[in-house]
């Protein structure tokens, strides 16, 4: 079987989708089951075309017509097509398209839901209902979104993120040392206008305190503005965004992990923050509170509240040993991420060990859900993934096998 992976390339700001993405199609490279290609939804335009990148409504009308004669082109070697969406927006613009494209060519569907963010809007149209009762599986990575599918009647997989140990290897912090980092964009949603603030408390207990911040974003410019207006200049700095094996190297520099999102699903940060033994401090959001526990894996406190997450940070400074057993332990319990049993799980959502009542295994026609759960059978093994990725980067060859490391994002 080949599928279709459809999800964002890790051109310009990057995101979880992009990091995670990349690390599917790196993990299948090689699978004798999975064989992997990769279409990102952000494809560079062509030279002739670029004048009206800067013009934001207008390049959408430009890129729109290429993605979608991409997706075409490609689904009529695929069995299915797997689409990562994270926005009710990319959903409308990417996804809806990609199902149309999907049912006119007989193919499969997999929605990859990412997101909490405009559900209301999400879970109130009738464009997305109707799309969702027609989509043969809808995957999600936490039990947090899966609840919120649930809500609004639609039951779905869910996958975890992939977490590469490889990548972001485990050290104890001891000595712990006051270098904090927070890996997330600087965004609206991941609060980091509060680190800044929460940072500034910490400093006067920890005059020799450090915060990494790495990211890029619209709010650059009013954070740094932040920095200078409470004298942080000299301790914080201002990374910038850079690809996922930089970050783990950032990670090694760093001893408190800090996040501040108001906003959030199941972030791929403090899982690589749990991987390398960085104690982690967060604010209680979204799906957050269901991947750690208070006090045992990580210390939460509530969302928008600077101070009490700087309370927190100087509470793991005074309690060495509390932070060295809590980051302990949060490692522990990363086995759910591991590849070898998000593999298994990959492998029942694409049909091809015994899918469980509730999967929907693919047919070539792509049923609707209800007949699917009803017929379901074993499968034929021998996938061909091809992942559709974001806008921004210069366009793959539209089946290539991933037969060497050359072949896989960044």
């Not at 797997?82 to 060519?105: E, T």
């Not at 999400?122 to 989509?135: C, D, E, Y």
Request: positive net charge; charged residues 20%; aromatic residues 10%.
């Amino acid at each position: 079987m080949r599928v279709v992976i459809i999800a964002p390339s890790g051109v310009g700001v990057i995101g979880g989708q992009e990091v995670e993405s990349a690390l599917l199609f790196r993990h299948w490279h090689g699978d004798p089951e999975v064989d992997v290609a990769f279409l990102p939804n952000n494809p560079a335009s062509p030279i002739w075309l670029r004048k009206f990148e800067q013009i934001r409504y207008l390049r959408t009308v430009v890129r729109l017509p290429i993605f979608l004669w991409s997706v075409w082109r490609a689904a009529s070697r695929a069995n299915a097509l797997h689409a990562f969406s994270a926005s009710y927006g990319s959903f409308v613009l990417n996804c809806v398209p990609i199902w149309l494209i999907s049912k006119l060519r007989g193919k499969a569907f997999v929605l990859n839901y990412h997101t909490a963010r405009d559900w209301k809007r999400f879970a109130s149209s009738r464009l997305a209902q109707s799309v969702l009762r027609r989509t043969e599986r809808i995957v999600v990575p936490s039990p947090f979104l899966a609840a919120k599918f649930e809500e609004i009647g639609f039951p779905t997989c869910v996958v975890p993120n992939i977490i590469d140990e490889a990548r972001f290897k485990y050290r104890p912090r001891n000595p712990l040392r006051p270098a904090a980092i927070c890996t997330r964009n600087l965004g609206p949603d991941y609060g980091i206008e509060v680190v800044i603030e929460a940072f500034a408390i910490v400093l006067r207990h920890q005059p020799s305190a450090t915060l990494y911040l790495i990211g890029d974003g619209p709010l650059r410019n009013k954070l740094e503005s932040l920095v200078q207006a409470l004298g942080l200049s000299g301790h914080v700095q201002f990374c910038g965004a850079m690809p996922n094996e930089k970050v783990a190297e950032w990670y090694e520099r760093a001893d408190i992990f800090v996040n501040a999102s108001f906003l959030d699903n199941s972030p791929l940060s403090i899982l690589e923050a749990m991987s390398s033994g960085v104690p982690v401090v967060t604010t209680a959001a979204g799906g957050i509170p269901s991947m750690v526990c208070h006090e045992g894996t990580a210390l939460l406190c509530p969302v928008g509240n600077s101070r009490a997450l700087a309370e927190q940070v100087v509470r793991l400074l005074r309690e060495p040993e509390l932070a060295l057993n809590m980051a302990h332990r949060a490692h522990g319990e990363l086995g759910m991420h591991h590849w070898a049993l998000v593999r298994q799980k990959w492998l029942e959502v694409y049909g091809c060990h015994n899918p469980t009542p509730r999967d929907y295994s693919f047919s070539s026609q792509g049923q609707d859900r209800a007949l699917q759960e009803s017929k379901c059978s074993k499968r034929r093994t021998g996938i061909r993934l091809a992942l559709y990725a974001p806008a921004g980067q210069a366009h793959p060859k539209l089946w290539r096998r991933a037969s060497s490391t050359a072949d896989i994002p960044s």
